[in-house]
């Protein structure tokens, strides 16, 4: 079984700009989250999908959100981008069989110039 | 919200010897994770618990989830090259507050 995806592996944008990542999670998941990683920071929730609905959401500001589509894939979308916001964005996916176990896939590295 | 402490935070060994480390809580967690991350790539399962007082081996690697529900240990014996990185514990409790992450044991095995 292919393991989650994430499009683009590198982006860079400039402060102001916005972005939309892409996460297509392992065949037959239906659960999707994503986490932003800094070295300062560590691991941090951004959101959980389900099912299209948003299920739970972490402390971010509203400029950071996400959506999933009918075949479990999803994206996320950052506004107005700060230097702050540069990172590396997992996904991460959960069978309906162990939904509190996610498998991680190899993300997205953002650097906000 | 819920914090998770991980200790150490660095560990030099040499190869061959085994190697422990942990991680608390400040509040109950329904499920423990670890995971090995190396340079450039996402989180990697290691090991999943479900219960306190879990106990699951994966190869060299054994795991518990704490009689308490606020901690978990990581052990790997018998060290080799390959297990050089970053291990990181991760808890979920009942809350809607997805993974919580420790900051991670880097693990550096010396020649």
């Known amino acids: 079984k292919a393991g989650v995806t994430q499009t683009p592996r590198y982006l860079i944008k400039t402060r102001g700009q916005q972005v939309t990542l892409s996460c297509s999670p392992i065949?037959?998941?239906?659960?999707v989250s994503w986490y932003q990683q800094t070295p300062g920071q560590g691991l941090q929730f951004l959101f959980e999908?389900?099912?299209?609905?948003?299920?739970n959401k972490g402390n971010f500001p509203g400029r950071f959100s996400g959506r999933q589509f009918s075949n479990s894939r999803s994206e996320m979308n950052v506004s107005t981008l700060e230097l702050g916001d540069s990172a590396l964005y997992l996904c991460?996916?959960?069978?309906?069989?162990?939904?509190?176990?996610?498998?991680f896939g190899p993300g997205t590295r953002l650097l906000v110039l | 919200g819920q914090q998770l402490n991980q200790s150490p935070q660095s560990m030099f060994i040499q190869e061959g010897e085994d190697v422990s480390m942990n991680c608390t809580s400040s509040?109950?967690?329904?499920?423990w994770l670890w995971y090995k991350q190396d340079p450039g790539e996402g989180p990697v399962l290691l090991i999943a618990?479900?219960?306190?007082?879990e106990l699951t081996s994966n190869g060299r690697l054994t795991a518990q989830f704490g009689i308490t529900r606020k901690d978990s240990f990581l052990n790997i014996s018998a060290s080799i090259p390959s297990d050089v990185g970053i291990y990181f514990c991760?808890?979920?409790?009942?809350?809607?507050?997805?993974?919580?992450f420790g900051k991670g044991t880097h693990l550096i095995i010396q020649p």
């Open positions: 065949s037959g998941h239906r659960s």
């Open positions: 999908y389900f099912s299209e609905t948003q299920r």
């Open positions: 618990l479900y219960k306190a007082g």
């Open positions: 991460a996916s959960s069978p309906l069989s162990s939904q509190e176990t996610q498998y």
């Open positions: 991760a808890g979920r409790g009942g809350g809607a507050d997805g993974l919580t």
């Open positions: 509040s109950i967690f329904n499920t």
